[in-house]
């Protein structure tokens, strides 16, 4: 009898909200339709005007990531950066576009919600980025869809510029010493050269040997010219370990030369270079339909929610009526 008690009540209650919509139907029907029709109204382009979509998908490349972060990540600091948000700002003329007073108090914030608003930035799953820009005109969203994919390379490409020419720079300098330490090498050497007659070293320490201990072969070994041998015998002597010490020297400075020349021209090369960081898989076009507002979804919306607090005070009314009812029969 407990287990039966609930369902009856539930039952007659259910037969009383029924009763209650039918008694209200057709204050439901005009209430619903009301709504309908003020949603329609309020929805149409007289009042909210229409905003349309464009947006790209863009994958980054020639773009080395910093510590952990993907290539994706990166880039998606990148678009997101206040600077391109300000260069977008400016080549759009946004403040006039949202019609904003630059004097107003809070006119940045203002600027960076309203950016925030209709600019979205974010991965994909596939690791992708997508930049979805809406606005009152299709081909300005179109546009700004391009403008920050155009910002985001010359950002990337100046910041990377900005590091290829401090190594420009770098090894230029470190060249220039090398090219004076050479420099002052090839004077030593030029020394030598014109004092003691010493040009290289292994073959004239294999020539003077051969000369002073006479086991040149042919007939050269008895037109042996010994005063210029003993000679040069005696300047080999003298300065035989300078001439080696700067030979080596000019052969190391050499080898270091070359490789900064190697780093140095790379690093011009890359410093002016026009490469692209982006490569855009779905460029953006002019939207033909609007994005927003879904009228239809409004109006759906507003009907439903009409209706809500309607029955909801409906039950309220009815309620009291009820009540009072009762008391008059309990009074009666």
Partial sequence: MDNIKPHTENYFSNIRMMKIFFRWKWHLLIIAAVAALLAAVFTSSYFIKPKFKSYALVYPSNIAPYSDESESEQMLQWLQSQDIRDSVIRKFNLPEHYRIDSSYKYFHSTMQYLYNKNVKISKTQYESIEIVVTD??????????????????????????????????????????????LDSIESALASLRENYELIDYDAQ???????????????????????????????????????AILTQRRIDIMRIFTEFEMIYDRAVYDANKQFTFTNVVTPPVVADKKA??????????????????????????????????MKDLVNG
């Avoid at 179109?142 to 910041?159: G, P, T």
């Avoid at 320490?205 to 037109?223: C, F, K, M, P, Q």
């Fill in 205 to 243: 320490a294999r020539e003077i040997t051969r000369g002073y201990l006479r086991t040149v072969d042919g007939s050269n070994s008895t037109n042996i010219n010994t005063k210029d041998v003993l000679r040069l015998k005696e300047n080999f002597q003298a300065k035989s370990g300078e001439l």
């Fill in 136 to 181: 009152t005109d299709p081909v300005i969203a179109r546009d700004m869809v391009l403008a920050i994919i155009d910002f985001c390379n010359l950002k990337i490409r100046n910041i990377h510029r900005s590091k290829y020419e401090e190594v420009v720079q770098s090894m230029g300098k470190a060249m220039q010493e090398k090219k004076a330490q």
């Fill in 292 to 325: 927003y507002p879904v009228r239809w979804l409004i109006v759906v919306y507003s009907v439903f929610a009409t209706l809500f607090f309607s029955v909801l005070i409906i039950s309220v009314v009815e309620n009291k009526r009820i009540n009072q009812e």
